[in-house]
């Protein structure tokens, strides 16, 4: 070591200030019991979400791609397939019409009754899908309130298409509404009466002003309305009959294939929902992440 | 309680908050930190709180090593800005929390506490709202419970983050009186955070003037504002006019040499920056002066004269009995007169 | 309405659309949803009294509720616990792939609830991934048997008390923990007389939620519970198999009482958290 080299050292250690540990700040615990606990959320999570879901896709594919292409090109579940595309179809635009109606009336005005009417457009909600289903069985079934009555008329609806979307538009029912009418309470009736102050006519404020500031908000109502829409089991299992290639959706497809034993195929089927489902999840938390200051209320009901 | 801070250096990543500040805090004395916001003197409020801990530097209280305890070993009482009272606790429980969480052993019995928290109750003039819940109470009165809650631990400090800032204007100046009469009469060491000279000026015994994590200037009331240590703190106590001049011995020159004043502060040669406060500067009914009346405001018992001296705007301000006795309007000539100035370099 | 000073339907505003909004909002929730619901409860009335009450008081179903109500409390008092826990971690600490494991949260939302059956099914059976060695080494038996569908609830019903909890959380001010970290509490005492105070309320509405959700529960529920009468029958099954034997009216009133008890439980539990909600708002 030169002389030089000395110096600087020993006016380094003159010089170098003193030094604190690294201490945990007031509100943190201590390492091992953070470590600790994150451990056990996330054993719980792995055992509880993880692990379902990684089983679907390893049953799926357990005889090999064959099997699982084969389950799903076979006609009845092309048909399964083609029906909850189609239930969707019809289900999820008539609800996204109901929803934004409903969120206008409820979010930008005052009345009476306005409580009761958030209350009830919640209901569905609450109510087992297998009511859901029951309920129309008990309207339009054969023994139903109305069943003799649409005999009579040649009618169909229970198990049937018609039935399968009236069970899907009910437990979808509040999807929509529910995510619009605290965004657009939230965002209040300011840029609406502006508008209209500078000449808009009412649809021309809300295609141009409503619209625009709920766009995201409604694709994420969209979003959940549809994946549920899709993946509902317990009330088109009511109202659906089971009818192979005719009134069977996906579900009640994977249903029937599981119960014969048919695992590969009921799996295989079952991953295309759960595909559904990540593409859904994934969708959703893009929007949360890219719009989340405006989804913000959506999160805070 | 001595408190002795030495080299405290805390950063948030690549911004520095306190750049190794040193204090020493007296027992007994109500110190204020004063400054801008983002001048680092809420971080070194909660370092001495133990709720931020230094990159580098010395914490003592009386003597001991103060960074290996955490804040409940601290005996510190600390105010919080918004007073983070518990929401779900009643006023009184608010106050017993520091008592009724004790071990076991140092606990009190039950009537003691509830004794010794009437009286605080009583002490902070809030008895009748024990039973409320914090948002049944005025801003005021939730200082007052945050206070209490505070003493009740019996700290050897007590420090308060903002102590009237969300506060309106008349109850903050009620309460900034009561304070300062607490502590006459309890003497406990204090140290609190403002942004708001005037109320530092009022209340405390000594002000620390902080900016961009360093402390400019530390000293009683009347020498922070008569005898400021560089120009922030000039700038930052009150309103101020700032004039260039040339300094050359001792002397300073004023628009264009036209005006001479002693010069105080710093003794640099040449160009120089003048800060006259607007409550310094004389006015002199002369029709042939200096400076010139361009207009006229009056604030309550206050008149406040704008005047055009060589080109730049200079503002004094004086009773207004005092203007009216002057015989000036707006247009008229008149001289300046300067008692001193301190002089910064440019 | 004139003269009316009061008493008006709706605070006036100069925004249109109010009567047609409503219009379609009103047809469309009666079409929907309170038609078919008064449907369910005429023909549960058609029973009479004491049709009503036989099917009420018939071992089957008072056993099948016993399961519906007894699990889905078991399974969103778990989940309240767990999904305390979870919300924690993730809003207070981090770690790797942290925003993954906060979305995977939801899957339980969107994956159809048949596919969480079967899969649920296929890990907790006696030679699954998980049953397995739970069978092998502790003898407990999940799929085929109450723990199984506590299982299948826990699975639907985690997400309601994360989603409320979390946002409670995460708005809560750190200064009241500091406070109490200067008054002298310790991190055990801070979490226990100022944390979970706070976010109590938050706690009880997922536990609700959960519980609720629990209740009505039956993709998920149906393959991995045996649905053995009296033991793992659960009671949207009850209705399902009813309703397969043609008997409409037993099933409306099977339907009827799941409906009026669950909305009796809601209303209570919603009772007690606005009850204490009022104790400490903001």
């Given at each position: 070591m030169s002389a030089e080299e000395k110096a600087s050292v020993a006016q380094d250690s003159v010089a170098a200030p003193v030094v604190v540990r690294v201490r945990r700040p007031a509100l943190a615990e201590s390492r091992w019991v953070r470590r600790l606990l994150i451990a056990a959320a996330l054993v719980f999570l792995a055992l509880f979400l993880l692990l379902p879901l990684v089983a679907v896709f390893v049953q799926a594919f357990q005889k090999g791609f064959a099997a699982y292409w084969e389950a799903l090109v076979e006609p009845d579940a092309v048909a399964a397939i083609r029906l909850t595309l189609l239930v969707a179809a019809i289900a999820v635009p008539l609800n996204l019409v109901f929803g934004v109606a409903a969120s206008w009336c409820i979010a930008k005005f005052d009345f009476r009754g306005k409580h009761l009417l958030t209350t009830l457009i919640d209901l569905p909600f609450s109510v087992s899908p297998v009511i859901s289903g029951l309920v129309f069985v008990l309207l339009?079934?054969?023994?139903?309130?109305l069943g003799p009555f649409l005999k009579s008329q040649g009618i169909q609806i229970v198990f049937a298409l018609p039935g399968l979307v009236l069970a899907t538009v009910f437990v979808t029912f509040p999807f929509v509404a529910r995510e619009l009418i605290p965004l657009m309470h939230e965002q209040g009736c300011d840029e609406e009466e502006a508008a209209l102050v500078l000449g808009a006519s009412g649809w021309q404020t809300f295609w141009h002003v409503t619209l625009p500031n709920i766009k995201w908000g409604l694709l994420y109502g969209v979003l959940l309305s549809n994946a549920r829409a899709m993946g509902e089991f317990g009330a088109v299992s009511v109202v659906s009959g089971h009818i192979r290639g005719e009134t069977n959706t996906m579900p009640l497809h994977v249903e029937i294939l599981y119960n014969e034993y048919n695992f590969v195929a009921a799996f295989a089927v079952a991953s295309l929902l759960a595909l559904l489902a990540l593409v859904t999840l994934a969708a959703k938390t893009a929007l949360e992440w890219r719009f989340g200051a405006e989804l913000a209320a959506l999160k805070r009901h | 309680m001595t408190i002795r801070a030495t080299g405290i250096t805390k950063r948030f990543g690549s911004y520095?908050?306190?750049?190794?500040v040193d204090l020493t805090v007296e027992p007994g004395e109500l110190l204020a930190l004063l400054?801008?916001?983002?001048?680092?003197k809420t971080t070194l409020l909660r370092i001495l709180a133990g709720l931020e801990f230094p990159d580098t530097g010395h914490l003592e209280l009386d003597g001991i090593d103060a960074l290996e305890a955490s804040p409940r070993e601290r005996k510190v009482g600390f105010v919080f800005q918004h007073y983070a009272l518990f929401r779900h606790m009643t006023v009184f429980d608010n106050v017993a929390f520091g008592l009724k969480i004790r071990p076991r052993a140092e606990r009190l019995p039950a009537d003691a506490i509830r004794r010794r928290v009437e009286d605080l109750l009583e002490l902070v003039q809030l008895a009748p709202f024990a039973k409320r819940y914090p948002t049944q109470l005025s801003g005021g009165q939730r200082q007052r419970v945050a206070l209490a809650r505070a003493l009740a631990i019996e700290p050897k400090v007590l420090l308060l983050d903002e102590p009237f800032g969300a506060l309106d204007a008349k109850v903050r100046k009620e309460l900034r009186r009561w304070l300062r009469s607490l502590h006459q009469e309890m003497h406990i060491t204090s140290v609190f955070v403002t942004h708001d000279q005037e109320e530092a000026l009022e209340l405390a015994d000594r002000v620390v003037v902080m900016s961009q994590g360093r402390i400019e200037q530390i000293g009683t009331p009347d020498a922070v504002y008569d005898r400021p240590a560089s120009r922030f703190v000039f700038d930052f106590l009150g309103q101020v006019n700032r004039l260039p001049c040339a300094v050359s011995g001792g002397v300073a020159r004023l628009a264009g040499g036209a005006l001479t004043v002693p010069a105080v502060g710093?003794?640099?040669?040449?160009d120089a920056v003048a800060f006259v406060r607007p409550h310094d500067l004389g006015l002199v009914p002369d029709g042939a002066g200096l400076a010139q009346v361009t207009a006229v405001t009056t604030v309550g018992p206050m008149a406040r004269v704008e005047l055009a001296l060589a080109g730049e705007t200079l503002e004094a301000e004086m009773p207004r009995g005092q203007w009216a006795g002057l015989g000036l309007a707006p247009g008229a000539r008149c001289g300046l007169a300067i008692e001193q100035v301190r002089v910064f370099p440019r | 309405m004139t003269g009316a000073v009061g008493w008006q339907i709706r605070r006036p505003s100069v925004l249109p659309g109010f009567g047609l909004t409503l219009g379609i909002t009103l047809t469309w929730l009666s079409l929907i949803v309170l038609v078919p619901l008064a449907a369910l409860a005429v023909k549960a009335t058609g029973l009479g009294w004491s049709g009503f009450w036989s099917v009420a008081s018939d071992a089957r179903v008072l056993a099948a509720f016993r399961v519906s109500f007894g699990l889905s409390l078991a399974a969103a008092a778990v989940n309240a616990v767990f999904g305390l826990l979870v919300a924690w971690v993730l809003v207070r600490y981090r770690f790797p792939a942290k925003r993954l494991v906060d979305a995977l949260i939801d899957l339980p939302f969107a994956l159809p609830t048949a596919v969480a059956g079967i899969a649920l099914t296929a890990l907790y059976a006696p030679n699954g991934w998980v049953g397995q060695p739970l069978l092998d080494w502790l003898g407990v038996r999940v799929a085929f048997s109450p723990i199984g569908i506590a299982v299948a609830l826990i699975f639907v019903g985690l997400p309601f008390v994360v989603r409320t909890v979390e946002p409670v959380l995460q708005e809560m001010p750190p200064e009241e923990e500091e406070a109490a970290a200067c008054l002298g509490a310790s991190r055990f005492q801070t979490i226990r007389y100022v944390v979970l105070p706070s976010i109590f309320p938050a706690l009880m509405t997922g536990f609700a939620l959960a519980f609720a959700r629990g209740v009505g529960e039956y993709g998920s529920v149906i393959f991995i519970a045996g649905n053995m009468p009296g033991l793992t029958e659960i009671v949207p099954l009850l209705i399902v198999i009813k309703l397969e034997q043609y008997d409409y009216a037993g099933a409306a009133a099977v339907g009827t009482l799941m409906l009026l008890a669950s909305f009796v439980l809601l209303l209570i539990l919603n009772l007690l958290q606005s009850w204490m909600r009022a104790r400490h708002v903001r």
């Open positions: 339009f079934g054969l023994h139903g309130v | 520095t908050a306190l750049d190794s400054g801008p916001s983002g001048s680092g710093d003794p640099a040669q040449g | -």
